[in-house]
C-alpha cells in the first residue's frame, strides 16, 4: 500500500505542500454524509457546489474546500488548499458514534495523524515524519501499525513516511484515497464557513 501512495504523490507533488485527509466511519447507519458535513460546519448545513476545477479554485476561497469520498461504510474528506487540519473540537464532534481517522500537513510542517472515537480523541502522532522529534499523545497501542511501517523507513524518506500515514489508514478503514481525486473537474465541492474547522 505504502508504494501505492508513493505513485499518488509523485503524481500530485504539490500535495506533499499542504493537505488534510479525514476518514470517518460511522457506527451508527442513521447517521448520513449530512449530518457528518453539518458536524464539519459547526452543526450548519455548509455550502455545496461544482467547481470546474477544484484544485486550483479551492486557493481563492479563503475558506476549506472539502472534495468528498464515498467508500464502502466509510466517508474521506480531502481539503486541498490550506492543509490546516481540523480542531480538536470538530475532530471529538465527527467521532461520536464514528470513528474517525486524519492526516494533515500544511507548508510549516504540522505532520499529523490522528485517531478519535466515541467523542474523544484517542491518539495523536505529531512530527511523524520526523523520527527524532515525534510527539506522540493518548493511547500508544493505537498507532502501533503505523509506527512499524514508519520503522521500515529510512529517516529522510519523507515521501514514505507520508504515504504510510495514507496506507495506515487505508488499513484501519477499507477506504482508499482515490489517485484522481486531487484533479477531478466539474467536481462538487463543500466549503466550510465553521471558523473552529
Given at each position: 500500500?505504502?508504494?501505492?501512495?508513493?505513485?499518488?504523490?509523485?503524481?500530485?507533488?504539490?500535495?506533499e505542500n499542504g493537505l488534510s485527509w479525514t476518514v470517518v466511519l460511522p457506527l451508527n447507519e442513521e447517521i448520513t454524509v449530512d449530518d457528518l458535513l453539518r458536524r464539519l460546519n459547526g452543526g450548519r448545513d455548509p455550502e455545496q457546489r461544482v467547481m470546474d476545477h477544484p484544485g486550483e479554485e479551492a486557493m481563492d476561497e479563503g475558506r476549506p474546500v472539502l472534495l468528498l469520498s464515498e467508500g464502502e461504510g466509510t466517508w474521506g474528506f480531502l481539503e486541498l488548499a490550506y492543509g490546516f487540519g481540523l480542531s480538536d473540537r470538530v475532530l471529538t464532534e465527527l467521532s461520536r458514534e464514528s470513528r474517525v481517522w486524519m492526516v494533515t500537513w500544511h507548508f510549516n510542517g504540522g505532520y499529523t495523524i490522528l485517531y478519535a472515537a466515541d467523542g474523544k480523541i484517542r491518539a495523536r502522532m505529531r512530527d511523524f515524519v520526523f523520527t527524532?522529534?515525534?510527539?506522540?499523545?493518548?493511547?500508544?497501542?493505537?498507532?502501533?501499525?503505523?509506527?512499524?511501517m514508519l520503522d521500515t523507513l529510512g529517516p529522510e524518506d519523507y515521501r514514505g513516511k507520508r504515504s504510510a500515514a495514507f496506507a495506515f489508514i487505508e488499513a484501519a478503514t477499507g477506504m482508499d484515497l482515490d489517485g484522481e481525486l486531487p484533479v477531478v473537474e466539474n467536481a462538487p465541492v463543500v466549503i466550510l464557513d465553521n471558523p473552529d474547522a
Open positions: 500500500m505504502i508504494d501505492y501512495y508513493r505513485g499518488f504523490f509523485e503524481r500530485h507533488q504539490w500535495l527524532e522529534h515525534r510527539i506522540e499523545e493518548g493511547d500508544p497501542s493505537t498507532l502501533t501499525d503505523f509506527r512499524a
